[in-house]
């Protein structure tokens, strides 16, 4: 069964901080990659972090140095620090899990996705 469930997005100011969490079914969290993704209002869907289960990670350019994804392998979640949180990074964030064995950074190459959560960031 492959099953990802996101929350934790909420309403923020500029600067604040906000921690998702993405609860994953036992396949799904085992799956060689693991990412989060995000899509603004009306544009699509963009890259914000992934890592591997490994443990190396990839950020968008956008996010780093603010942003910090990390996987709890004892509760199957991975997580989404997210510091000094600016207006441009309201979007629906998603969850995703892909089992490629080579690195995957785009939203296409990912098959498995949570419902989304909703983060707003007011300046």
Excluded: H
């Excluded at 309403?11 to 799956?31: D, I, K, P, T």
């Excluded at 990074?89 to 098959?111: F, G």
């Amino acid at each position: 069964q492959m099953e990802l469930v996101e929350s934790g997005g909420r309403q923020v100011q500029a600067g604040g901080s906000l921690r998702l969490s993405c609860v994953a079914s036992e396949r799904a969290f085992n799956m060689n990659f693991m990412g989060w993704f995000r899509q603004p209002p009306g544009k699509g869907r963009e890259t914000v972090a992934v890592i591997w289960i490994g443990g190396s990670t990839y950020y968008a350019d956008s996010v780093k140095d603010r942003f910090t994804i990390s996987r709890d392998s004892a509760k199957n979640i991975v997580y989404l620090q997210m510091n000094n949180l600016l207006p441009q990074d309201t979007a629906v964030y998603y969850c995703a899990a892909d089992s490629s064995s080579r690195w995957s950074t785009k939203p296409a190459d990912y098959d498995y996705w949570g419902q989304g959560t909703q983060v707003t960031v007011s300046s």
